[in-house]
């Protein structure tokens, strides 16, 4: 894997991100972070997943992130169709709003 960047991405556009997070978060944080979409999952961390993030945006949400004391563990770029889907275990996705 290299550790170029695409030249082609820019980050200056909006992009599709997963965050994972040590730790649950529950759902109605949501609105607080701009309506990502939130998943805890049963590892004992919590998945936000959201299009349309910007560099300013993302920053806002870390900022966020850092003042509630929250643990971060990745930041993922994702293709924006994936952004409505969040993985809870790397062999079963779950699509938004799907009951578990």
Do not use: C
Not at 23 to 43: K, M, N, R, V, Y
Not at 46 to 51: E, Q, V
Not at 74 to 87: H, T
């Amino acid at each position: 894997m290299s550790n170029e960047l695409n030249p082609a991405t820019d980050f200056d556009e909006p992009q599709a991100y997963q965050i994972r997070l040590k730790g649950q978060l529950d759902s109605e944080w949501a609105e607080w972070f701009g309506g990502l979409t939130i998943t805890p999952d049963d590892s004992g961390t919590t998945l936000l997943t959201g299009a349309g993030i910007d560099q300013a945006a993302l920053h806002g949400v870390l900022k966020k992130l850092r003042d509630l004391g929250l643990i971060l563990i990745s930041i993922n770029p994702i293709e924006p169709d994936r952004a409505e889907v969040a993985s809870t275990d790397p062999n079963q996705l779950f699509t938004q709003g799907h009951e578990r």
